[in-house]
Structures are given as structure tokens and as C-alpha cells.
């Protein structure tokens, strides 16, 4: 999970009516705005899983969830932008709605905090699992958000081979060079390529 930095929050976040619904800021000029701020801050990854957002296919996100804590509806430091999952299978809305774990503020560690980053790690296989750091929050991480799925695995294995078979058994250090700057470096548009970490864990071991 990519450590996203924080930027400035668009001042109307903090102009919305006490008892305006979530629904309702939907499609407004400020949920545009926040948007737009969530996508260049993200890199135009999901904040969770790392795949490409697009509008069609991602939504801005309640880390903590708005049931447990409404309070925090429009509080920026509580917004990401996550993408759909496919059918809800991982990521935001599997959270909210499928996910067999509940809202745990204790075990939870958003993707903007350093350490969150270090919980997790990618295998060439496609899987994901806990580093050594806790085990206990980066397992309910996974599990909550669904990061283990069949979906997930299967592309980031794919991704994985991609990358490997490239490389090949003696790689040449101008195509590792050139291998780091399309899979780790943001282009020209701001937009990283998916699966940031896994590709960090190929290409800087």
C-alpha cells in the first residue's frame, strides 16, 4: 500500500451544511474539487489496492465509515479515493458492505501513514501477505479490504510476470534504469502505473 502524502483540502469541505447527506454533496462543484485534489494526491491509484481510478470506476472513500462516525462526513483527513472493486470484491465498497471484519479503529491504518506501507508485502505470485511488523493489523487490513481476493492476486500475479520476464536472468542495468522510471515515477500527467509496490519490490529489492 503506497504511502499517499496529504495535501491542502479545498476550502468549500468546510462550508457544507451541518445536515446536507452524503448523496446530496454528490455532483456538487466541491465533490468535483475533492476529487480532482484525491487523484493528484493518490497519483491516480486507488488508495487501497494501487489499480488505476478513473471516474467511471472509483468514488471517493469514508475510511472510517460514515455509520460509525458521521461527524467526520466531510472531514478531509477521513476521504481517499478508492476504486470499485470490480463487484465490490475488494477495496471501499467491499468494506462498507461485504467484508466479513467490521469498522476496528484500533487495528485500522490509513494509507497515508508511513507505517502502513511497511505492514504489507507483494509476492511474485500475486498474494500478499504481513511483514513482521504486526501481523495483527496487517492481517485485518487484508481481510477488510478484501486485498487477498481472486481478482487482486490474479492481475498482480500477471503483473508480476510481466516485469520478471522482462528482466530476464541477467538483467541489463540501463533496462532496470529505464524499468524504474515507468513503474516508479509518476508520467507527465501525474499518473502512476498500478501496483506500485509490488513493481518496488521487483525492480529495488
Known amino acids: 500500500m503506497k504511502t499517499i502524502q496529504r495535501t ?12 446536507q447527506s452524503w448523496d446530496g454533496f454528490i455532483g456538487s462543484p466541491c465533490h468535483a474539487s475533492v476529487r480532482q485534489g ?8 486507488c488508495c487501497y489496492c494501487e489499480s488505476e481510478v478513473h471516474d467511471r470506476d472509483s468514488h471517493i472513500e469514508h475510511m472510517e465509515p460514515r455509520s460509525w462516525n458521521p461527524a467526520r462526513t466531510y472531514d478531509h483527513s477521513n476521504l481517499a479515493l478508492s476504486c470499485n472493486g470490480g463487484n465490490a470484491n475488494h477495496c471501499g465498497h467491499f468494506k462498507d458492505h461485504q467484508s466479513a471484519h467490521s469498522w476496528d479503529a484500533s487495528r485500522f491504518l490509513p494509507p497515508h501513514e508511513p507505517a502502513t506501507a511497511k505492514l504489507l ?26 486485498l487477498d481476493c481472486a481478482r487482486l492476486t490474479d492481475r498482480r500475479r500477471r503483473h508480476a510476470q510481466c516485469l520478471i520476464a522482462t528482466l530476464g536472468d541477467e538483467p541489463d542495468v540501463d533496462l532496470v534504469d529505464w524499468l524504474r522510471q515507468e513503474y516508479l515515477h509518476a508520467d507527465g500527467d501525474g499518473r502512476l502505473k498500478e501496483f506500485y509496490s509490488l513493481s518496488k519490490q521487483i525492480l529495488e529489492p
Open 121 to 146: 508485502r507483494y509476492l511474485p505470485n500475486g498474494s500478499i501477505a504481513p511483514t513482521s511488523e504486526d501481523r495483527d493489523k496487517a492481517s485485518y487490513l487484508i481481510g477488510y479490504l478484501g
Open 8 to 19: 491542502s483540502p479545498p476550502s468549500c469541505l468546510a462550508h457544507q451544511p451541518a445536515n
Open 38 to 45: 484525491l487523484q493528484c494526491e493518490q497519483q491516480l491509484l
